[in-house]
């Protein structure tokens, strides 16, 4: 099992983590991103750095995807792939996505994408809190205990 990271959009606070965790537990961490990112030295941290343009990183990222693998996103469409691949998904707040509970983001996302085109102000995600970021780890630490080696 390798962990992808959707970096464009991962808060630092949660890629910090992520770092720890891949030293910690010697396990192949890959960030992805259309720019270049910073990534400590460690035998198990990779950046790989795509070519701009829409969905480019979320293509390489679902091409990488083999069952098993985990994927940190919060990218709903890029999850429901990862889920069809036999991925599994942690969003950074702490969200471990289901093949039921993604259905059911992306008939959201997509009710909530009419609403924009539609000229409704929906806002964006809060900030990340600590309570997140806590949220983040815990579940993070739970599902490797089930699913590492």
Known sequence: MKILIDADACPKVIKEILFRVADRRQMHTTLVAN?????PPS???HALQVPAGSNVADDKIVEMTEAGDLIITAD???????????GHVLNPRGELYSKDSIKERLAMRDFMDVLRSSGVETGG????????RQAFANQLD???ARHAP
């Not at 720019?35 to 990534?39: A, E, I, N, R, T």
């Not at 890029?78 to 691949?85: D, P, Q, S, T, Y």
């Open 35 to 39: 720019k270049l990112l910073y990534c």
């Open 43 to 45: 035998p198990f941290l």
């Open 76 to 86: 709903i469409p890029l999850a429901a792939e990862v889920i069809a691949k036999g």
């Open 125 to 132: 995600p809060a900030a990340l809190s600590q309570k997140d």
């Open 142 to 144: 739970r599902f490797l």
